[in-house]
């Protein structure tokens, strides 16, 4: 079974700083791990994916996520918030070849202060 | 925008209503999905569809009744609904299979209130 886990509800970083949004995830196979990105009001929007080869992955918006296969973590990160970064950041897995199954995290919020 | 739509966008219904969402993708996807999320709890995945054929019912009440005429639409029937129904519904697409170039791509969402 996979499964997903976001560790902080809610995350806070003044503008300008770097954000971290942590991910952790168990697979028994090897993972396709996904970020996506939720405004109020709205339905998520991918936002960057691990398949295979280099474990630093970029993004949307200037983000972009470390897989780290020793710790099985997927952290988000981005050298420096805007407060329009300001949302629901949700994290997901897939293991391959096992279907087209995403499993969400519980997702973190994300509030950027000026 | 995603290339995916929903409507409507908010419906409000009581408990004896019959209502019906749809979804529709333009992205020449062949999977389609249904979501639920309520406040503070994980997103829940309901159907999956692929090839038009119903291949996950992830123990949904038979009151939410899933139809996929095509690859490009997608409906959900509601009848007899709870309170506890009350969420945004999401809908998603993706190309079919389990393939690495198949991220899900998800419309805005209808929100559900029952009375």
């Known amino acids: 079974a996979q499964s997903v886990a976001q560790p902080e509800d809610q995350v806070n970083v003044a503008e300008g700083n770097p954000l971290t949004v942590k991910c952790t995830y168990s697979v028994s196979g090897n993972p396709y791990l996904f970020w996506y990105v939720q405004y109020p009001n709205r339905g998520l929007q991918f936002l960057l994916k691990?398949?295979?080869?280099?474990?630093l992955v970029k993004g949307s918006y200037g983000f972009e996520a470390e897989f780290n296969k020793s710790q099985t973590s997927f952290h988000l990160k981005k050298p420096s918030a805007l407060v329009s970064d300001s949302a629901l950041y949700f994290c997901a897995v897939r293991e391959n070849n096992a279907g087209n199954m995403l499993t969400f995290g519980g997702g973190t919020r994300l509030m950027v202060k000026p | 925008e995603t290339g995916v739509t929903q409507t409507p966008r908010h419906l409000v219904m009581g408990m004896t209503n019959k209502k019906s969402l749809k979804c529709e993708q333009h992205l020449g996807h062949n999977a389609m999905y249904w979501y639920k999320q309520s406040a503070k709890k994980p997103l829940e995945l309901m159907f999956v569809?692929?090839?038009?054929?119903?291949?996950e019912n992830n123990s949904v009440p038979s009151r939410f009744s899933p139809e996929c005429p095509n690859s490009s639409h997608l409906f959900l029937h509601l009848h007899t609904l709870q309170p506890e129904d009350s969420a945004l519904y999401l809908c998603?697409?993706?190309?079919?299979?389990?393939?690495?170039?198949?991220?899900?791509?998800f419309g805005p969402g209808t929100r559900l209130t029952v009375l």
């Open positions: 569809y692929n090839f038009k054929e119903q291949t």
């Open positions: 691990y398949i295979t080869g280099d474990n």
């Open positions: 998603a697409s993706s190309q079919g299979g389990d393939g690495p170039y198949n991220e899900q791509f």
